[in-house]
């Protein structure tokens, strides 16, 4: 099992970055898949972006492809998101997960951080 903690959300003019962070705890980062999901009120939770255990390979939902980047770093047990030319439709929640599934499309997570709020404000 692994627990997930996000931090970095915040209140942002539209155009603007963010950070996201997630640590996991544990020795076992390495052998999942990450992953980040938001959630804007009143909406399912979405899926935003995904990347390999090794950071090799990592995929985009299409609202987000060229403004949002997804990173890990096996050493510091983190992932990250990078948020560029924010929108205030990017207003969610955003939700750290890590999947021990085969590296694939969908993705499927199978442990959920408490999530961050991201509020883009126009």
């Known amino acids: 099992q692994v627990h997930l903690v996000e931090s970095g959300g915040g209140l942002v003019q539209a155009g603007g970055s963010l950070r996201l962070s997630c640590a996991a705890s544990?020795?076992?980062?390495?052998?999942?898949?990450m992953g980040w999901f938001s959630q804007a009120p009143g909406k399912e939770r979405e899926f935003v972006a995904a990347?390999?255990?090794?950071?090799?390979?990592?995929y985009y939902e299409d609202s987000v492809k060229g403004r949002f980047t997804i990173s890990r770093d096996n050493a510091k047990n983190t992932v990250y998101l990078q948020m560029n030319n924010l929108k205030p439709e990017d207003t969610a929640v955003y939700y750290c997960?890590?999947?021990?599934?085969?590296?694939?499309?969908?993705?499927?997570?199978?442990?959920w951080g408490q999530g961050t709020q991201v509020t883009v404000s126009s």
């Open positions: 997960a890590a999947s021990s599934s085969p590296w694939s499309r969908p993705y499927i997570p199978n442990y």
């Open positions: 544990g020795r076992t980062f390495v052998t999942y898949n």
């Open positions: 990347i390999s255990r090794s950071g090799g390979n990592s």
